[in-house]
């Protein structure tokens, strides 16, 4: 699927190489190597395009990013992962450095063929700086087997994240995803939130870890996690956990699974509303809380598509 997106900072990678290469300029420079790519954004920049890193597989493929973001700093970043041909293997590891006072608004999102033996596994890792704020979305579509583990380092005081996933599973896929969210300092805030819809003989499994710290007095930290099952065999594991060695914080989590609401379906058909629309209806209102946390606009767009194949 096409990416409504487009900006001068893209960078493509495909099956182990650098395809696109933008030009250095005063508020990006890039390196590239055999293992991917480096960018820095100097201190006290507002980017007025987005970062897209678009890492794609015919066959295999791997990328390794750093992105180091300087103080004071903002930036939207999307790293995008694209496979249609059966059996692809497409893999990216990233780290991201958010210095003093940086904002990130952070996007992965997963696109390929279903059912056709394609896994795409994304691993990305925040160190985050005092007053540092970063919002992140993680959608994924497609491919035998997904698997993103997002991994949060609160490293300076008055550090913020929010974390958002959303999937959508079906036929025999598998979606595998785990948040691991560490308070270090005092006063950190993190707001985590996934949502799965899983149809036919698909399955979703979810693993989110909040640790505080014994330094991270005044933390305030909520994991919720929610999935949505549409048909008998689908399948939705989820494993909230806390680990807290202070005891000034507030720290809270939820899980829980169910299916579509009998008695809505009910009512909105009683009103002539056919059964795949007041279908339709119930889910967008199911996944409407993990949109709402996506600051990019073209990615609400990419998803509602994704949803309309699924």
Known sequence: MRLALESPYTFVWHDNSGQAMPVNDLQVQSKVDSNGFTLDIPANSKLNYPLIIINSAAASNKLQTIVNVGANTEITLVEYMQSDDSGAQNEMHSIINCAAGAKVKHCILQYAGSDNGITQQATTVFKQQENSEVATNIFAFGGSTSKVDLHVA??????????????????????????????????????????????????SNFIGKITVHPNACKTFADLQIKNLLCSAKAQANNKPELEIYNDDVKCSHGSSTGQLDQNALFY?????IDLDTATEMLITGFIQPVLNTCEIPEMHEFVNSALAER
């Open 154 to 203: 609160l490293q300076g005081a008055s550090a913020h994240c929010q974390a958002a996933h959303l999937a959508c599973p079906i036929g025999k896929e598998k979606q595998e995803v785990s948040f691991n969210i560490e308070h270090l300092h005092p006063e950190c805030t993190s707001n985590s939130i996934a949502r799965s819809v899983v149809k036919d003989n698909a399955a």
């Open 268 to 272: 909105m058909r009683s009103r002539g």
